[in-house]
């Protein structure tokens, strides 16, 4: 017996939901490939199917629990079925043969096949979780920038590189919660096409690094957008009460601006005249 | 050196130095290779003594662990000086591939002799003795020649090394591979036990036993540590405790019940 090729072999069927089940429908292939003799792959095919692929699938949830990664799919992996979750996991791992956890350099691809492969069939609910998965994807970019976002050329006031806004067809409350119970669901659900806004930063502090999210009003969005370019003392006032004015916000710019500014969420760039 | 009670710091409590030095006997630190946790026992450093567990060697695997993993570790020896090291009998990786669970080997002499000459070489560079641990398994390569604890008992006697049971693992695999875990106790030499590993363990959607180091020690399991006390010397007993916690007072209740256990066959070390 080479334990050798048992291993490789064993290693390989784990982590790839695909291999697993080529194995018992080609098995000369695997023979050959694996260099097992006539009673190492007859062992191989007396392997139990079921308990491997459930081997599978929990080894692909205990990576992600030991990655940073986790945060990024959890809302995604939270509302799909049980059935769901199932299927899209282990054509994932089929897709994507993850041979060590890379769970974090796999996020965006996980959630692009989540959304072809689970939702694809576009009924209501799908496109409630279509949405969500969106909601996570930007929360991946943002990290992934690492405050590294690019800013327009100019002087003025200026939403920082770590920071970005978003609408989205959610409330922000329910939508920024990790909380995946069903009572949150039914909440995303009856309230999907209510316009929510979220702001986004990212975070640097030693070895942590991370994206806080906040929920944000339709004023302070509005202002925000506008200010994905560099804004004069004068424009930021202005525009500022306008948006303010025509919400019907009591607030004013000076304090908009006090706090944006304190919260590192604008920044001046060169001469703010 | 190590004796009665202990568990591993966890991030949820790590702040809660008095609490921990009140009722941990030794604390036991799991190692995957960060240095974060490690600067986290700044405190507890001559203070508490020392077990370390090591997670990610791979022993069982035919490729022998990587020599930047073992360097590591000797250094976390240095500075902890742990009195034993322990790892999982088991293989987790092999040429670029590396999972993050535990597979068991095939019960069979080669992996007695490749297992048992990994822990050999990692008993010298570090200069401590080695005990391994017995993980749980949903299946197992079909060409055995062994039982599992014939197997184990091959490992541990080839190897010279102890034995770190886990008891939440062996009811666990009892269960779902229908076997007696007291015959299987009664085929471990019982001076290789010298520690143990309790956790509570939950049950899946479709009605499989996961080990998932909860909190609640079963019935089942306390009586597996009840009859190790009881008919061996092992002297270690460590409570796994990794979801569900929020601090120290949450894994309190589990410890008194272990420490009350040990004190029925072994004299306390704190009350």
Same mark, same amino acid.
């Given at each position: 017996m080479a334990l050798k090729n048992i291993q490789n072999l064993m290693l390989n069927v784990v982590i790839n939901h695909n291999t697993l089940h080529d194995v018992y429908r080609n098995p000369d292939k695997y023979q050959a490939e694996f260099a097992l003799t006539d009673e190492e792959i007859g062992y191989a095919l007396q392997m139990p199917r079921r308990a491997i692929g459930a081997f599978n699938i929990s080894l692909v949830f205990k990576r992600l629990r030991r990655s940073h990664a986790r945060q990024f799919v959890v809302r995604t992996l939270g509302y799909m079925s049980n059935g769901q979750k199932g299927n899209v996991i282990r054509s994932f791992t089929g897709k994507y043969n993850?041979?060590?956890? $890379?769970w974090m350099e796999r996020v965006g691809d996980f959630l692009d096949h989540a959304e072809q492969?689970?939702?694809?069939?576009?009924?209501k609910a799908d496109l409630v979780n279509i949405d969500i998965i969106a909601f996570e994807r930007w929360v991946y970019n943002l990290y992934v920038a690492g405050g590294r976002g690019e800013v327009a050329s100019g002087s003025g006031y200026v939403l920082a590189p770590s920071v970005k806004v978003e609408k989205f067809p959610f409330p922000a409350t329910p939508l920024i919660s990790? $909380?995946?119970t069903e009572s949150n669901f039914a909440l995303l659900n009856k309230s999907h096409g209510q316009d929510g806004y979220v702001l986004g930063q990212y975070v640097h502090q030693g070895n942590l690094k991370d994206v806080d999210l906040y929920e944000i009003d339709n004023c302070y969005y509005q202002l925000l957008k506008q200010c994905e370019t560099p804004k004069s003392n004068e424009q930021f006032h202005q525009i500022a009460q306008t948006i303010a004015q025509d919400l019907g916000v009591e607030r004013t710019s000076e304090e908009m601006l006090q706090e944006l500014l304190e919260l590192g969420i604008l920044i001046q760039q060169g001469e703010v005249i | 050196m190590a004796r009665g009670v202990g568990a591993g710091l966890r991030p949820a409590f790590q702040y809660e130095t008095e609490k921990i030095l009140k009722h941990f006997d030794f604390m036991e630190v799991s190692h995957r290779g960060g240095l974060e946790l490690i600067d986290a026992l700044t405190p507890f450093i001559g203070n508490i003594p020392m077990l370390l567990h090591s997670l990610?060697?791979?022993?069982?695997?035919?490729?022998?662990?990587?020599q930047h993993r073992v360097d590591f570790l000797k250094q976390v020896v240095e500075k902890i000086d742990p009195s034993v090291v322990s790892e999982h009998l088991s293989y987790s990786r092999n040429k670029d591939i590396e999972i993050d669970s535990f597979l068991a080997l095939p019960y069979v002499e080669e992996a007695v002799e490749v297992a048992s000459a990994n822990i050999r070489n990692l008993s010298v560079a570090l200069g401590k003795p080695i005990a391994m641990e017995n993980v749980t398994h949903d299946f197992t390569w079909?060409?055995?020649?062994?039982?599992e604890a014939e197997f184990i008992k091959r490992v541990l006697e080839t190897a010279d090394c102890g034995l770190l049971l886990d008891v939440t693992n062996l009811h666990i695999n009892s269960r779902v591979h229908a076997y007696d875990p007291y015959e299987f106790l009664s085929v471990i030499?019982?001076?290789?036990?010298?520690q143990m590993h309790v956790a509570g363990y939950s049950f899946g959607e479709g009605g499989q036993m996961m080990d998932?180091?909860?909190?609640g020690l079963h019935a089942d399991v306390l009586a597996l540590v009840e009859w190790t006390l009881r008919h061996t010397a092992c002297d270690q007993v460590i409570l796994e405790r990794d979801i569900e916690?929020?601090?120290f007072d949450d894994i309190l209740p589990d410890l008194t019940l272990l420490k009350e256990l040990y004190a029925k066959y072994r004299n306390p070390v704190k009350l």
């Open positions: 993850m041979r060590q956890n $890379d492969e689970t939702f694809g069939e576009r009924s990790t $909380d995946t | 990610n060697l791979s022993l069982g695997s035919v490729e022998p662990p990587p079909p060409g055995s020649v062994f039982s030499p019982k001076e290789r036990i010298v998932t180091h909860s909190g916690i929020n601090q």
